[in-house]
């Protein structure tokens, strides 16, 4: 098969966590474009080296290689038009709000609580990257940002209080059917549902309808 993505996966290779690679699989199925799956870890730099950078996802579609999942998300919609838009109802400039939102916000609530639990669930090879790297970049310990797990957690509740009102009314982001908007979203939940020791979205009934609509509609 010549269209591989390379995707990120913990020391269980079916674990498989990244929300940005979520992203572009469900863009993927959406596109109906077939792939191939290579399994790739936080020290596995060489593997993407043709990309020119050092994080996935990364997709190689023939000769041609593209890294950062936005960037991808816009290949894909250019390259294949004849097959159903990424966009959908949710014209791009409203797709960008929700990318920005969603890395802005819902990622930073979600990253306090399931870095513990993702340090835990690594391949030992990549603990020390890990480490060293989000502890560097949140100015304290793994141990330190387990501590303050409660008040992470209530407040992730509260950042989810758009989604939820949004799915109250309508079945998806993008409108009566997902899109890149959708994609985007569920990426960052589904990386908090593989993750987190806890079930974050537990009594969030129209959120976990809408992710399970989501996979169903891919078949996946």
């Given at each position: 098969m010549s269209r591989k993505l390379y995707e990120l996966t913990a020391a269980d290779e079916n674990l498989r966590f990244s929300p940005y690679c979520w992203r572009i699989k469900l863009a993927l199925a959406h596109k109906n474009l077939p792939y191939e799956t290579v399994i790739w870890r936080f020290t596995d730099k060489d593997a993407i080296a043709a990309s020119g950078q050092g994080k996935v996802p990364v997709l190689v579609d023939g000769k041609t290689v593209i890294?950062?999942?936005?960037?991808i998300a816009e290949y894909l919609e250019a390259m294949y038009p004849n097959?159903?838009?990424?966009?959908?109802?949710?014209?791009?400039?409203?797709?960008?709000?929700?990318?920005?939102?969603?890395?802005?916000?819902?990622?930073?609530?979600?990253?306090?609580?399931?870095l513990p639990d993702i340090f835990s669930q690594l391949h030992p090879k990549d603990q020390p990257y890990f480490r060293a790297s989000r502890e560097q970049a949140w100015g304290m310990t793994i141990?330190?940002?387990?501590?303050?797990?409660?008040?992470?957690?209530?407040?992730?509740?509260?950042?989810?209080?758009?989604?939820?009102?949004?799915?109250?009314?309508?079945?998806?982001?993008?409108?009566?059917?997902?899109?890149?908007?959708?994609?985007?979203v569920f990426g960052a939940l589904q990386w908090a549902r593989l993750m987190s020791s806890t079930d974050l979205l537990e009594g969030e009934t129209a959120i976990n309808d809408w992710m399970a609509a989501v996979l169903g509609a891919y078949g996946l």
């Open positions: 890294h950062d999942s936005q960037a097959e159903a838009s990424l966009f959908g109802e949710a014209a791009a400039a409203i797709t960008r709000f929700i990318k920005s939102w969603a890395e802005d916000v819902l990622h930073g609530a979600i990253a306090r609580i399931v141990e330190e940002i387990a501590k303050q797990r409660e008040t992470a957690v209530k407040h992730f509740k509260t950042v989810l209080a758009p989604l939820r009102s949004t799915l109250a009314a309508q079945p998806f982001i993008a409108g009566t059917a997902p899109a890149y908007a959708d994609h985007i």
